[in-house]
């Protein structure tokens, strides 16, 4: 009863499919198929509505890991759905040319031949990279084939290929000329390995075991102590500073003291910024090598010394000239000592030190001149976009964190100390003239000439914020950028909503002239191990997605995913549940394959209702029933319940429940069999549809079986005619119950699952009357026959089913059995209550542990229950 164009002209049967699910034998084949036929082009002159989404790039160094699968097969799953719900479907793939990742690489391998960058120079090293990328980079692109992604090939996009590079300089140049860009020294984080400035999404925070070290500033009845980390920048102090109304040091405000070391004096200055009631109450100041100093050295007009050079060597003249910062600070904490000036020290003192994401080295703030970005307006723009709803942020309860955000934005360093990347279009004249040009814009002049370009080149995040629009063909008003942009989703962890989703919602806005980049953002959790643990490579717990693939196939690792992917929270994952996907796959595969050996068809209309059994007019509410639910969390990115949906329908109520009411019917042969077979077609294409989009390559192979159609991926999302059928529903509710409560009781009295019993079934008047032989089918349960005698009796759903277990079970042995358990349980609930019952225990025992006492105690409550249950339906022996 769903409205969905069934296939007339099946072209293969049953026999076509091996008797086991083999996913090798079919995945790649499956997905070149699919490629060679164009599915996955999108066509801009179509007049389809548009469905947009573009992939987060992945780094061109990078391999498929579970965050990178995780979120590729929802994406797939959101395109798979809307491509068959008749949208032009764009689902546009790239990469990102990753600067500082990609040269690191390069950089090893001329290590590798002891060279340096420096060895060969700027243009051979570039030539160089762009040679590895060819060679190396963009593996992961292949990864996404093996999952399955139905990603348009024919508009694959790199940050670094000519178009995108004219949409950088496009970009630059309009800012620059908006006043939105400008060059200044500001604090940054210098990564002393890769010797450059780095985002803060590239520094990583850990517990470090350092010292903290509190030292006397001052002589006399002017001193003051200070405590720092980072004993060896107190050679850049240009100040302390102290709260305003702290009376402790009211009388210093304004005085000069002595700086340990030094032959400097520096003042004591007043700021809100410090917090009176931490430690001492004074701070020490060195704004060329800490963020909030910098920011105190701006408001007071001091002077800021740059100490260290770029690998971190104290350059500050005098005994710790040439040290590194690490030797410097062993070696003036000595001799602060040697002076008394060492007040305290505390070993291990643990704290939070940023490190560089790539090589892991501290990163050291330092003073620096740098590019950067005028936020205010941009993030003015990108808060308001969201404010006003043009942008949907879900789930709704990131808005908050990302208006905390947008809302308190600092100014953007973008320019980078590499050779990879998009060099900085500006040039620098003989004369102090500074010039910024566009893609189509001549140099100014030459070397010769005494013109030289930025030696930097830019973040990697100011490509990537550019790539909803630019991918899609701007600055020019490509036929891809009238009908793709905006896109409708993009879909992202919410760790990178402040670095990457703010740039784009920054960059979109200005370039595109308001016009938002995407209209939602879907933000997923992170993927974890089984036990909630974060998944690195440092780490054992990493997994590689591709074994689970070669394992179980890549249908059971999507499954498993989108199983677990509730919106905004984290993904924990174990390879138990991705082998329990493989076993709802062979479910699948073998229940389908039974059907059509059994008859299962979608040639014809579908019968009439009068036509139905109740069974086949429950099944058919219940199928629409799951396509409303499916099509409700789908649009709310519930992938996780779509998923629970579809698993509980297809292995509970198809398979274990409707094939098996069925079979009395099959197995009857005749006309009703062969509507019931019809109904089970029905039920499957539909089923198969709906599961297409998170496992696809199972579904194709079972459809196209099935109806001989040409391929799910361009079939007809099924749509719900509201069919509904309560009554039936109802119904086999009652069968279900009633077999469900024997099965429980045959269980407990020990007896096999194809253990024949008499039995006689008192369904008159019931709406259970026409369901005896299934009843008795699926219970295997005989007719009564002479000498029947009723050892037990259940009611179940206003019925009776008598059993007669005289030669089934050794009744006085099930009873001492049953008796043994039942005093287990009461002596359990005995000590139970005992320490419940106890006061002074109860006051001492910590909260985990009375709780588990109590579950304990209700635990052997309902064993009692069910216990007495087991021994009063026993035979008397």
């Known amino acids: 009863m769903t409205e969905n164009a069934i296939p007339k002209t099946p072209e293969a049967t049953s026999a076509d499919l091996p008797t086991t699910y083999v996913p090798a034998e079919v995945e790649s084949k499956l997905y070149e198929r699919w490629v060679e036929r164009g599915y996955f082009q999108a066509d801009a002159a179509s007049e389809k509505p548009p469905y947009t989404i573009v992939i987060p790039p992945p780094n061109v160094t990078g391999a498929l890991h579970l965050g990178h699968a995780f ?11 809307k491509r068959m719900q008749g949208f032009e479907t764009l689902w546009l793939p790239g990469m990102d040319h990753a600067g500082i990742a990609t040269q690191n690489k390069v950089e090893q391998q001329l290590a590798e031949e002891g060279k340096s960058r420096h060895d060969i120079g700027r243009e051979a090293f570039v030539e160089r990279t762009w040679q590895w990328k060819q060679e190396y980079g963009g593996r992961i692109l292949g990864q996404l084939r093996r999952l399955g992604a139905g990603l348009d090939w024919s508009r694959e996009r790199f940050t670094m290929d000519e178009g995108l590079s004219r949409a950088v300089q496009t970009i630059f140049k309009q800012l620059y000329d908006d006043e939105l860009i400008y060059r ?26 350092g010292e903290l070290v509190s030292l006397k500033y001052g002589e006399g009845d002017e001193t003051l102590v200070v405590a720092t980390t980072r004993v060896e920048t107190m050679l850049g102090d240009t100040a302390v500073a102290v709260h305003p109304e702290d009376e402790r040091y009211a009388h210093l405000v304004g005085k000069r003291i002595k700086l340990p070391l030094t032959d400097r004096t520096i003042p004591v200055v007043a700021d ?9 109450g004074a701070v020490k100041v060195t704004p060329a090598h800490d963020p909030n100093d910098f920011a105190i050295g701006q408001r ?57 994401s790539r090589c892991k080295t501290t990163v050291e703030p330092r003073l620096s001149l740098q590019w950067w970005v005028k936020v205010e307006s941009l993030a003015t723009a990108a808060g308001d976009a969201v404010r006003d709803g043009r942008v949907e942020l879900h789930p709704r309860e990131m808005e908050k964190r990302y208006f905390d955000w ?61 790539w909803p629009f630019s991918t899609l063909g701007w600055p020019e008003r490509t036929p891809d950028l009238e009908k793709f942009y905006s896109t409708d989703v993009l879909l992202t962890g919410h760790d990178i909503i402040f670095f990457w989703v703010v740039r784009m919602m920054m960059f979109g806005l200005y370039a595109m002239d308001g016009e938002v980049p995407f209209k939602t953002v879907a933000l997923t959790g992170l993927v ?26 890549s249908d059971a690792v999507r499954f498993t995913l989108a199983k677990g992917a509730n919106p905004g929270a984290d993904v924990p994952i174990g390879e138990d549940w ?7 796959a062979n479910k699948i595969w073998n229940a389908t394959r039974f059907a059509m050996m059994n008859g299962a068809t979608v040639e014809g209309p579908l019968p009439a209702v009068e036509q139905l059994t109740t069974t086949d007019r429950w099944i058919l509410s219940r199928l629409n029933e799951t396509v409303a639910r499916v099509d409700a969390f789908y649009d709310d990115f519930q992938f996780a319940k779509l998923s629970e949906s579809l698993y509980h329908f297809a292995w509970d109520e198809v398979f274990d429940w409707y094939v098996e009411l069925s079979k009395t019917t099959f197995f009857a042969g005749g006309e009703q069999a062969k509507v019931s077979a019809r109904v089970l077609g029905e039920v499957l294409d539909v089923m198969l549809r709906v599961l297409h989009p998170v496992m696809p390559f199972l579904t194709e192979t079972l459809w196209t079986t099935l109806t001989g159609g040409e391929s799910l991926v361009v079939a007809d999302w099924p749509r719900d005619s509201n069919f509904r059928d309560v009554a039936a529903e109802q119904e086999i509710a009652l069968v279900r119950s009633v077999v469900t409560e024997v099965r429980r009781f045959r269980s407990d009295q020990g007896l096999q699952p194809g253990q024949k019993v008499p039995a006689r079934l008192t369904l008159t008047g019931t709406a259970l009357a026409p369901h005896e032989a299934a009843i008795r089918q699926l219970l295997r349960l ?22 007669d277990l005289s030669g089934t079970i050794d009744v006085a042995a099930e009873r001492k059995r049953l008796t043994k358990d039942l005093e287990a349980a009461r002596k359990e609930v005995a000590q139970a209550n005992g320490k419940l019952g106890n006061e002074a225990f109860l006051a001492k025992a910590p909260d985990h542990v009375v709780d588990k006492i109590r579950g304990r105690l209700s635990k052997a409550e309902a064993d009692i229950a069910r216990i007495e249950g087991q021994l009063a339906a026993l035979p008397e022996s």
């Open 184 to 209: 200044a020294e500001r604090i940054i984080n210098w990564c002393p390995r890769c010797l450059t400035a780095i985002s803060d999404i590239e520094v990583d925070y850990q517990e470090d075991a």
């Open 71 to 81: 979120q590729v097969t929802l994406m797939d799953a959101l395109t798979r759905r």
């Open 406 to 466: 947008v809302d308190n934005l600092n100014d953007w360093c973008i320019s980078r100390q590499l050779w990879w990347g998009h060099r900085i279009p500006v040039w620098y004249g003989p004369n102090g003239e500074v010039v910024c040009t566009g893609p189509d814009d001549p140099a100014p002049g030459t070397a010769a000439e005494g013109w030289t370009q930025d030696e930097d080149v830019l973040d990697t995040w100011f490509s990537s914020g550019l």
């Open 578 to 584: 991705v082998q329990a996907s493989g076993k709802f």
């Open 782 to 803: 005989q007719p009564e026959g002479d000498g029947f005698h009723a050892t037990a009796t259940l009611p179940v759903a206003g019925a009776t089913v008598a059993l």
């Open 528 to 553: 974890r191990d089984e036990f909630g643990k974060k998944m690195s490579k440092s780490n054992p717990n990493a997994v590689d997605p591709i074994t689970w693939m070669d394992a179980y196939g």
């Open 272 to 280: 809100a910024h410090v917090d009176p009631s931490f430690g001492t």
């Open 300 to 356: 007071h007009g001091l002077e800021m010394l740059t100490i260290m050079d770029e690998r971190a060597i104290i350059t500050v003249p005098g005994p710790f000239q040439g040290l590194d910062r690490y030797e410097a600070r062993a070696a003036i904490v000595e001799a602060l000592r040697d002076q008394g000036r060492v007040v305290a020290e505390k070993r291990p003192y643990v704290h939070s030190v940023g490190h560089c």
